[in-house]
């Protein structure tokens, strides 16, 4: 006890076993314990001096209920020897008293008296009624017996209880006869009713008793509550808190803990090697919550809900997707702006259609590929906004089909500028073979390609709205499956194919004479474009969800920013800012000097 940390220490024991340990447990000086003790050592005397009240004040425990008995202390004070000469145990009281025998005839060679004698200051204990816990329930027990007689003997032959509707004989009472009217005995004493249950218990009544201090130092048994069997399951007991003096004077209740709770939001692990009230509390992890104080277990949320940040409730998981909130509004105003520009750009090529900057470098084709460029803008917008099923086969059919169009015109572009120099050279006639009509044709079919591919695509395994949580177990994150990684990867595929034959056909003529070779541009432009989608491959793989979907968006604008400031800055600067050469002498390298 002087070792451990725990404050409070249930007894069971009575005085006489706890009065030789309270001598060693005051030797050795130990203070502080808050004692609950049995009914046997809380109504007892013996440890009430003034010496205990420093170990033992404060202690609390269920006693049994005290009562008042009429006229008990007149009667005391009339028993004697002389009145009740038949009685041995009144006999024996006032040989114990008083050390004399009132009898001559007694066995006890003790001196004879009167059994007069009145009564000593010393016997005062003897005349104390005014806590007769015991003699309560001795004067209750003597008043069931009485009430189960009383009905015994007012039993009518014939309507008995027993076999063949009989009675008690008055004068051949059995023990069993009379139990049977003791277990239906019914009556008040008091503010206690006083019966019994079918087991034979009768309803339990207790004092609350607490020890303070009196007030010449002593231990007094204070009433602080009642147990009272007859109120309602968890009514029985009420205890007035503010009476109660705890050990060591304190107000305060003792706390005798080797641990404190767990809150909610953690559990209980216990420490090896340490008693099971030793413990520590461990936070419940993420996605698991507990709503108990002292939970030896966290429960997992369900798969839609996640744990808040206390811990101690499941709450459904945020869903997110690319919306049009800071980072999709920035696309779309990149997106409307660039379509904007390539129909600011088509407007002007149209007004200047008969120029020779517009004719020259193929009108035709020049209004093909800022219609692809609109539309690629555009395409991005299908990449914001919650994915649904229709929404996700047309994000990634319409970027690849645009581009192909987009890219298919300029390899068109890019072969006519080609011929146009090398039909210039003897013998060679090749500009018969890329007339309008065999480039329409060439576009279309470049374009039918990666239309075949995507149809199977759909057909076989097309995209579709799936809900990702994997990457952020807090989160639901709604994106686009692409369904088969293979379909996808070819239409990447095909459109890197178009650019790299593109660039190659540009490069090699990016030397062909003239003030304005269009070849140069074409290189420039199919550069970046290149570079953007090389870039992009690592980042889409590597982005989760909404964010890919953002780099997705951001290479479709870059490479489409990148298309039409290459392939348009240049012609729009001359046609705006610089008429007089847009011409086609110009143009062809041959005016005069």
């Known amino acids: 006890m002087r070792s451990s940390t725990a404050k409070v220490v249930v007894v069971f024991l009575g005085d006489l076993l706890m009065t030789p340990f309270m001598r060693d447990y005051m030797t050795q000086n130990i203070t ?43 009667f005391l004070q009339t028993v004697n020897p002389k009145r009740y000469p038949d009685n041995v145990l009144v006999r024996e009281l006032w040989e114990s008293l008083y050390g004399c025998s009132p009898l001559p005839s007694s066995v006890t060679q003790m001196p004879p008296c009167s059994g007069q004698e009145s009564l000593l200051e010393q016997h005062s204990a003897y005349m104390n009624t005014s806590s007769p816990s015991i003699t309560y329930n001795v004067y209750k027990a003597v008043y069931a017996i009485a009430h189960s007689l009383h009905k015994l003997l007012l039993c009518q032959p014939g309507r008995g209880p027993f076999q063949n509707n009989s009675c008690a004989q008055s004068n051949n009472i059995h023990p069993w006869q009379l139990q049977h009217y003791l277990q239906e005995v019914n009556f008040q004493i008091g503010d206690e009713e006083v019966d019994f249950d079918a087991k034979g218990d009768s309803v339990p009544y207790y004092d609350i008793i607490n020890w303070q201090r009196g007030t010449e130092g002593n231990i007094e048994f204070v009433n602080v509550g009642l147990f009272n069997g007859t109120k309602a399951v968890g009514e029985e007991l009420l205890i007035q808190e503010d009476r109660i003096m705890w050990a060591g004077h304190q107000s305060e209740v003792p706390v005798s803990v080797c641990s404190a709770s767990c809150l909610p939001g953690s559990r209980k692990a216990v420490r090896r090697g340490e008693p099971i009230c030793c413990f520590d509390c461990v936070p419940c992890d993420s996605g698991k919550i507990s709503n108990q104080t002292n939970s030896v277990d966290c429960a997992t949320c369900p798969e839609d809900f996640w744990s808040n940040n206390d811990r101690t409730a499941c709450i459904s998981k945020k869903v997110e997707y690319l919306t049009f909130h800071s980072l999709g509004i920035a696309l779309t105003v990149m997106s409307v ?52 099923y229709w929404s996700c086969m047309l994000r990634h059919t ?19 500028v080609l011929a146009a120099f090398t039909a210039t050279r003897p013998g060679h006639n090749i500009m018969k073979w890329l007339g309008p009509k065999q480039q329409r044709t060439i576009i279309s079919s470049c374009t039918l390609v990666q239309v075949v591919i995507c149809a199977a695509w759909l057909i076989d395994s097309p995209p579709f709205p799936s809900r990702n949580t994997q990457y952020e177990h807090s989160k639901i994150i709604l994106e686009c499956s692409v ?8 239409v990447l595929g095909y459109i890197g194919l178009q650019a790299c034959l593109c660039f190659v056909m540009a490069f090699l003529a990016r030397k062909l004479p003239g003030n304005f070779n269009e070849a140069k541009f074409i290189t420039f432009s199919m550069l970046i474009f290149c570079a953007v989608w090389l870039a992009f491959i690592p980042a889409y793989i590597s982005s989760p969800g909404n ?44 005016e005069k000097k």
């Open 337 to 388: 702006v660039g379509a904007s520009f390539t129909l600011a750009v088509c407007g002007v090529f149209f007004y200047h259609r008969h120029t020779a900057i517009v004719r020259v470098n193929n009108s035709e084709l020049s209004f093909f590929i800022l219609f692809a460029l609109t539309l690629c803008f555009l395409c991005c917008l299908l990449f914001i906004g919650k994915p649904t």
């Open 32 to 74: 502080g314990i808050q004692w609950v003790a049995s009914e046997a050592l809380v109504m007892s005397s013996v440890l009430s001096g003034k010496e205990y009240y420093p170990y033992m004040g404060g202690t609390i425990g269920f006693g049994i209920r005290k009562g008042h008995i009429p006229r008990l202390g007149d």
């Open 483 to 490: 369904g088969s990684s293979l379909a996808f990867w070819c």
């Open 398 to 416: 319409a970027f690849s089909i645009t581009f192909s169009l987009c890219i298919s015109c300029i390899l068109g572009k890019t072969l006519v």
């Open 547 to 590: 964010y890919a979907d953002a780099v997705e968006s951001f290479a479709i604008l870059a490479s489409s920013f990148g298309l039409l400031f290459c392939l348009f800055a240049p012609k729009s600067y001359i046609i705006l800012l610089k008429p007089e050469k847009n011409t086609k002498q110009h143009l062809m390298g041959k």
